[in-house]
């Protein structure tokens, strides 16, 4: 029996580390990553030899060291994880259930055939198993799951697996076993379903909260897109209206050139030839980029900017064709520059100006904007980035700006310096 526990005790380490390496995103290089995870083996292997091997038969030694193990395996999840939050530690601890079926179920197959290798065997093919299921299945689901921003915080779902694992200990290993108390097998058995199930349901639940959010972001997007068409069908609308003025008029401009002309009265044609380019370049309708999705937001917050009289500069190098999704980038792009306008709107008209370099290539993408602000500007202690002080219905344009920047594996600085706010975006692509 001594050895069953040995190698099942084994395997389910090394189960559960690489549950927690496949389904965590991890903050470190694959290598800094792998090595964490091998020490942690290490640590737990050796603090197994204690408690089976060198000192057995001591319950409060056993229960000391088997918490030891769990602090050190949880902390393993929560170190390599990208985001070091209730998420990350509801993954660790799903990992212990799942790595405890097969503890169990080797342990029922040996009391059931008193074969070790029946045991063991069965014990592979159960991890085995799960992991191939959990992997092909619901590790997309965890992923956008670990990955979203929310302001309300996830720790009440962390009580499902511990409770699950509390259940499982005092049922199959603590104080009692499995090999001591045979008349828990069923139990052990209806409770590994009953995990199943809810896990399922918990599964369903983020699945739907994921697409949930996912179905709102698109829906901002489709509504910036739609803001800045219809800014755009505007002014070519006027535009073409006033072109059908111009037109109209032009015999008459004609008519008085020839005028004009027989007189020699030169200035008074140059006036009128001036007159004609100004009405046509005020009905220019404005190409700030190539990319035609793109440019509405910036022809929608450039409106924005005339209408408070805010001097805007750009400098935007976007191609037709881009890398990254367009929509996405111009509903970050309508998101920084709205807040350079709303930030800007109140300082003194000397010091109002907004400069922002907006370029998209193949090789990378950034989006430096400035603007002046007279107002003191807070920002958030886990992100870096600005709060917004409007109340809880805003400040979702810097986590949309946010989700967008990590999906790029990019990087976001901002400082506040001498009433001038800068916030700057950069991703390789």
């Not at 962390?158 to 290993?173: D, E, N």
């Not at 370049?281 to 404005?286: A, F, G, L, P």
């Amino acid at each position: 029996m001594i050895y069953v526990q040995n190698i099942s005790y084994t395997m389910s380490h090394i189960f559960f580390l690489v549950f927690v390496y496949l389904f965590m995103v991890h903050r470190y290089s694959k290598k800094k990553t792998l090595v964490i995870c091998f020490l942690s083996y290490i640590f737990t292997t050796v603090m197994n030899q204690l408690k089976l091997n060198i000192f057995p038969g001591h319950p409060l030694f056993y229960l000391v060291v088997t918490l030891v193990q769990i602090i050190i395996a949880q902390l393993t999840g929560i170190v390599i994880s990208k985001k070091r939050n209730s998420k990350a530690l509801f993954v660790g601890l799903s990992a212990s259930n799942y790595v405890l079926i097969g503890s169990i179920i080797a342990s029922i197959l040996y009391i059931t055939t008193g074969s070790i290798i029946l045991s063991v065997a069965g014990n592979l093919i159960s991890h085995v198993g799960i992991l191939l299921l959990l992997y092909f299945y619901i590790r997309n689901t965890i992923f956008k799951f670990c990955e979203r921003d929310t302001e309300r915080s996830c720790w009440e779902i962390c009580l499902i697996p511990i409770f699950f694992y509390c259940c499982f200990s005092s049922i199959a290993f603590f104080p009692f076993t499995l090999y001591d108390h045979h008349e828990n097998i069923l139990v052990a058995i209806f409770l590994i379903i009953t995990m199943l199930v809810s896990y399922l349901v918990v599964m369903r639940y983020m699945d739907s909260e994921t697409k949930q959010v996912e179905a709102y972001w698109k829906n901002v997007m489709f509504g910036s897109y739609i803001k800045g068409l219809e800014s755009q069908n505007y002014l070519t609308e006027r535009s073409e209206q006033n072109l059908k003025i111009l037109r109209h008029d032009m015999r008459h401009y004609s008519m008085m050139i020839d005028s004009l002309l027989d007189q020699k009265e030169y200035a008074e044609i140059k006036n009128i030839t001036g007159r004609i380019n100004e009405v046509i370049n005020e009905n220019k309708v404005i190409q700030y980029c190539e990319n035609r999705i793109v440019n509405t937001a910036f022809i929608t917050t450039a409106e924005q900017a005339q209408s408070l009289q805010i001097p805007m500069h750009l400098d935007v190098l976007i191609p037709r064709q881009i890398p990254v999704n367009e929509y996405a980038l111009a509903v970050v792009l309508a998101n920084l520059l709205e807040n350079a306008v709303f930030s800007t709107k109140n300082a003194t008209p000397s010091e109002k100006s907004i400069d922002a370099k907006i370029h998209c290539t193949d090789k990378y993408l950034l989006i430096d904007v400035e603007n002046d602000c007279d107002q003191e500007i807070l920002f958030d202690s886990s992100t870096g980035l600005p709060k917004s002080s409007r109340g809880k219905e805003h400040g979702l344009g810097m986590k949309s700006v946010q989700a967008f920047c990590d999906k790029l594996d990019g990087t976001i600085d901002c400082y506040c310096e001498n009433n001038r706010f800068r916030i700057i975006l950069y991703a390789k692509l």
